[in-house]
């Protein structure tokens, strides 16, 4: 077993490598978007509330202690994702005998997946939540059959770095403490961590509370959560072929006057359609920004401490057009956005730095480069990752069948201990991640790799199990 470790370790730091030379040849410059300017100035001023959590921002700044160099940052994360991506893959093969072409399976899904290569080339959180959210679920596994109190604390360190990283993680502490309920702790143990995981996140929360109203004047714990209930319901709302014409509260009658003169000026075949996207976040003409034509929204730190000055407002306003239309929101947000779930649009895997071959001003002086020009020597390679849709249906398809199958035929018989405990983990997990991410957000591609990965490591090894499971 142990020698075996040592081939997929040995095997996993040579395909490293040799893809971070190729990524490297192919794309000399990493690639940026709206995000990336939020985390880079975060990183900039070292401010401890933003936008986003500043959990990357602050890798960022550790890449930056050695050296500013963009190679070495694009490596770290790359590096990062692939220690974490050995924690979990070892952690399978604990799990009960696998086939080696399940092994040889798991491990391409794993280290080998150009969309995990290509997004580690990105200034952005993406591909170390990921890293974190594999050593996540791995301990959870880890925690149902070797319960020591070690495991127990990094677990919850891991937790509380994740939420620091991005909001998605919301729901990692409603999972742990699941699990941790039913692990074969004492009582006692039980309590301890429960409370310590409420306690860490909670003064997480509470600090960050207190650091946005220092650095953007509103006492609020996520400013993008308000901007994101905005969004969701006023995309719903302007998809409405009718529209009520009472009066609305007197707090929302500005919003609502923005709102209604953009639609009478937007014919509905211009509108923002399919896929589902943070249109009214982001873009300069819509009618939720507090300085409409706005440029370089997310780079601005005037204009992004005006958007934290409104957040609660259109929080509040996001949930009256919810509530009064709750039909309409589910017909043209809830239903699409599930959809998306299931069959994620490429979003910015499809294109390079957002199909312009400048960068903004805050990268070029952390980076040092010599100009705001970028370039790539790559040709159609992101045609690729139009067909990564197609692979997350398949992917589900896979894992939902042999879960039905592991279901209906003896699968549970055959299972041991260790591999029925973790997927009830990654089923709860699934059912749980499907609600928040449809109710949260418009799901794109690089949101849902964590699910493929998951999904087709665990779909491999419910099809496998027939054969190697007693």
Not at 230 to 238: G, L, P
Not at 305 to 323: C, F, S, T, V
């Amino acid at each position: 077993m142990m020698r075996m470790r040592y081939h997929y370790c040995f095997l996993a730091g040579v395909t490293m490598v040799l893809q971070f030379i190729l990524i490297k040849y192919l794309y000399p410059y990493p690639n940026f978007m709206q995000d990336s300017y939020n985390y880079l100035r975060s990183a900039v001023t070292n401010i401890d509330a933003n936008l986003w959590p500043v959990g990357y921002a602050k890798l960022i700044r550790f890449a930056g202690f050695f050296s500013h160099s963009d190679t070495l940052l694009v490596f770290i994360q790359f590096f990062i994702y692939h220690i974490c991506g050995l924690y979990y893959f070892y952690t399978l093969l604990e799990l009960r005998p696998c086939s080696k072409w399940l092994q040889w399976t798991m491990f391409a899904v794993i280290f080998l997946n150009p969309a995990i290569l290509y997004l580690s080339n990105y200034v952005a959180s993406d591909v170390y939540f990921i890293g974190i959210s594999l050593v996540w679920m791995a301990q959870l596994f880890r925690l149902t059959y070797k319960p020591t109190f070690f495991l127990l604390c990094v677990h919850l360190v891991v937790l509380l770095l994740a939420f620091t990283v991005r909001y998605h993680a919301l729901i990692y502490p409603v999972i742990s403490m699941t699990v941790i309920v039913f692990c074969q702790y004492s009582k006692w143990v039980k309590v301890w961590a429960v409370g310590m995981a409420v306690f860490l996140v909670g003064a997480f929360i509470l600090y960050t509370t207190r650091q946005t109203e220092t650095h953007m004047g509103r006492r609020q714990f996520s400013v993008f959560s308000g901007w994101q209930m905005a969004n969701n319901a006023v995309y719903a709302y302007v998809h409405m072929p009718v529209r009520s014409k009472d009066t609305v509260p007197k707090q929302f009658t500005n919003i609502q006057a923005r709102v209604d003169q953009w639609l009478d000026s937007v014919p509905m075949a211009d509108r923002p359609n399919r896929p589902i996207m943070a249109y009214f976040i982001w873009d300069p003409g819509s009618p939720l920004q507090p300085e409409p034509g706005a440029l370089h929204i997310s780079d601005n730190a005037g204009h992004l401490r005006k958007m934290a000055e409104i957040a609660p407002l259109l929080n509040d306003y996001g949930k009256y057009l919810i509530a009064r239309y709750p039909v309409p929101y589910i017909q043209y947000y809830i239903c699409p956005n599930l959809l998306q779930y299931v069959f994620p649009p490429a979003e910015n895997l499809s294109v390079y730095n957002d199909d312009v071959d400048t960068i903004l001003p805050v990268a070029k002086e952390w980076f040092q480069y010599k100009d705001t020009h970028v370039f790539k020597r790559a040709g159609e390679e992101l045609r690729l990752f139009n067909f990564y849709p197609y692979l997350m249906v398949i992917t589900m398809l896979v894992f939902l069948i042999g879960w039905i199958r592991y279901l209906y035929q003896e699968g549970r018989a055959i299972a041991n201990e260790h591999f029925r405990y973790a997927l009830t983990i990654v089923t709860y997990y699934w059912l749980v991640n499907v609600g928040f991410s449809v109710l949260a957000s418009p799901v794109v591609l690089r949101y849902q790799l964590f699910n493929l990965i998951v999904g087709a490591t665990f779909g491999g090894m419910l099809w496998d199990m027939k054969v190697y499971g007693k």
